[in-house]
T-cell receptor, first 114, second 116 residues
Framework: GDSVTQMEGPVTLSEEAFLTINCTYT??????LFWYVQYPGEGLQLLLK?????DKGSNKGFEATYRKETTSFHLEKGSVQVSDSAVYFC?????????????FGTGTLLAVQP | DTGVSQDPRHKITKRGQNVTFRCDPI?????LYWYRQTLGQGPEFLTY????????KSRLLSDRFSAERPKGSFSTLEIQRTEQGDSAMYLC??????????????FGPGTRLLVL
């Protein structure tokens, strides 16, 4: 079945370090790919998305490129800040049954230290 | 701009009791979803409404669970005869109707349920 695998955390970085969180997927059909972020005490927020192969999603300095050949959607940021500390979820959306349900990975906790 | 709201934010109950959660989606959104998130896991799909019609239910949704969306506005999720395994965060999301898979779902803050 459709699934998402993302790297386990926690990921601990110093401020201004480079961030990569790996995400790979398995899907039938042509999924859209998403990164959601959950800040402490808050709900899930969309960070970025890509709807077709080779698309790059970007927001707030974060980027991810939809790589169909490697079935990946890795999240990157060139210089992290303490305020980026959160749990990051990779997800895919496929049309199955009646709707486009989201299938999430297990989440990666990012802790950025000053 | 009011986002998705959920009530209550926290619920503690004893095993065997019934609980009901409410979700108010973004007003112009006609699609509404419920997900469940347990500790250390990503959210898992439970059920979906388009307007007032419940069009899909996950196998995770046992017969103790029921969801409604009267008049296509707010939705309720009821759990009857709660079990300790029902302890989780229950998330509601809404979206516009759109063809394709790229439509964004907007999530509420969730209701955290603890069954003692």
């Amino acid at each position: 079945g459709d699934s998402v695998t993302q790297m386990e955390g926690p990921v601990t970085l110093s401020e201004e370090a480079f961030l990569t969180i790996n995400c790979t997927y398995t899907a039938t059909g042509y999924p859209s790919l998403f990164w959601y972020v959950q800040y402490p005490g808050e709900g899930l927020q969309l960070l970025l998305k890509a709807t077709k192969a080779d698309d790059k999603g970007s927001n707030k300095g974060f980027e991810a490129t939809y790589r169909k050949e490697t079935t990946s959607f890795h999240l990157e940021k060139g210089s992290v800040q303490v305020s980026d500390s959160a749990v990051y979820f990779c997800a895919l959306s496929v049309y199955g049954g009646a709707t486009n349900k989201l299938i999430f990975g297990t989440g990666t906790l990012l802790a950025v230290q000053p | 701009d009011t986002g998705v709201s959920q009530d209550p934010r926290h619920k503690i109950t004893k095993r065997g009791q019934n609980v009901t959660f409410r979700c108010d989606p973004i007003s112009e959104h006609n699609r509404l979803y419920w997900y469940r998130q347990t500790l250390g896991q990503g959210p898992e799909f439970l059920t979906y409404f388009q307007n007032e019609a419940q069009l899909e239910k996950s196998r995770l949704l046992s017969d103790r669970f029921s969801a409604e969306r009267p008049k296509g506005s707010f939705s309720t999720l009821e759990i009857q005869r709660t079990e300790q395994g029902d302890s989780a965060m229950y998330l509601c999301a809404s979206s516009l109707a759109s063809s394709g898979t790229g439509v964004t779902q907007y999530f509420g803050p969730g209701t955290r349920l603890l069954v003692l």
